[in-house]
């Protein structure tokens, strides 16, 4: 996916989804399995419920004519209507599109992907 959509993590993805009337019908170690109806055409997807940056390949495939259908266009309506949390995406783009040192870039990444652990 080109850089006009942002990162998303697999948590974000599911509550933007939920939002647009799609609805959990399972939970799996893998992910979620959501359903939406459109007329007699029933889609399903599987979104990983996780912190992690959802792999560019995998978002492009959750959004495409097999999965939901969504595309990049239908991606950017739902966040313009319903939002994310642009502060953690920005963050993390700037961290990216920074010229930094490989060393830096990773510590600066890790910082900011891993959650700090509770005493």
């Not at 893998?30 to 995998?58: C, D, E, L, W, Y």
Request: charged residues 25%; hydrophobic residues 35%; proline residues 4%.
């Amino acid at each position: 996916m080109s850089s006009d959509i942002p990162a998303l993590r697999g948590s974000q993805l599911y509550r933007l989804l939920l939002t647009d009337g799609w609805e959990p019908i399972r939970h799996a170690n893998h992910g979620i399995f959501m359903t939406k109806r459109f007329g007699n055409i029933r889609r399903t997807t599987i979104v990983k419920n996780t912190r992690a940056i959802i792999p560019s390949g995998t978002l492009g495939a959750i959004l495409g004519p097999r999965q939901t259908g969504l595309g990049r266009a239908g991606l950017r309506r739902l966040i313009s209507q319903h939002g994310i949390r642009y502060r953690e995406i920005v963050r993390f783009w700037e961290l990216l599109s920074r010229d930094l040192s490989t060393n830096e870039m990773s510590l600066h990444t890790t910082r900011f992907l891993t959650r700090p652990r509770r005493s």
